[in-house]
């Protein structure tokens, strides 16, 4: 099965929003890097096999072509907009084999795309991921796979454990068809019992 990879944390300021978790969850996600040309830079914090991204506008950076990811444009305060997946190699899976899995069950999430950053210590990372499309209000996962980089899992600050992912959208039906080809739980509600977007606890 798909194994969660991390969670994207909208957020408009990053230093802000990193004093914020401090005070909140008494842990200090520390800063991760800069997507050179997306206009963006995050800060990690982990859960052990996974992790959380806090992704915010760089203002260190000349303004993107585009859109910046994940919506941060438009955003004034932090929101929880989707989440990201990767293969499970021990399950004979692999980037394609979900991006397959995907197609077959209505969604397309396009093609693979490589991307890269350095670390503050100057570390260059290198994974391959699908572009972020927010589709069913962020309740379908990007596809990520790290190749031979170790997952910032491993290096960030940790202490937290994610207890639950759960949703809202006005598709829960195709929604769901999609998390359960790629065998993760069908956590998708309708609107009439959920507001739209992506909750989580953590702690």
């Known amino acids: 099965m798909a194994v969660i990879d991390h969670l994207v944390l909208a957020v408009p300021d990053l230093d802000s929003a990193i004093d914020q978790f401090e005070r909140d969850h008494r842990v200090r996600p520390a800063a991760g890097g800069r997507h050179e040309g997306l206009g963006t830079h995050n800060a990690l914090v982990s859960f052990g096999s996974s992790y959380l991204e806090l992704i915010a506008p760089d203002p260190s950076q000349p303004e993107p072509d585009g859109p910046r990811p994940f919506g941060v444009d438009e955003i ?15 399950a004979g899976e692999s980037l394609d084999s979900l991006i397959d899995a995907s197609r077959d069950a209505g969604h397309d999430p396009g093609g693979a795309v490589p991307m890269s950053r350095r670390t503050p210590q100057g570390k ?48 829960p039906e195709s929604t769901n068809a999609t998390l359960r080809a790629l065998a993760l739980p069908e956590f998708a509600e309708p609107l009439e019992s959920r507001s739209p977007g992506l909750r989580a606890e953590y702690h």
């Open 76 to 90: 004034d305060g932090p929101r929880l907009v989707t989440f990201a997946v990767r293969p499970d190699p021990a």
């Open 124 to 171: 260059l990372l290198r994974w391959r991921l699908t572009v972020p499309t927010m589709a069913h209000d962020g309740l379908v996962p990007v596809l990520i796979d790290w190749g031979d980089t170790p997952n910032p899992a491993s290096s960030a600050p940790g202490g937290l454990s994610l207890r639950m992912l759960s949703g809202g959208t006005a598709a």
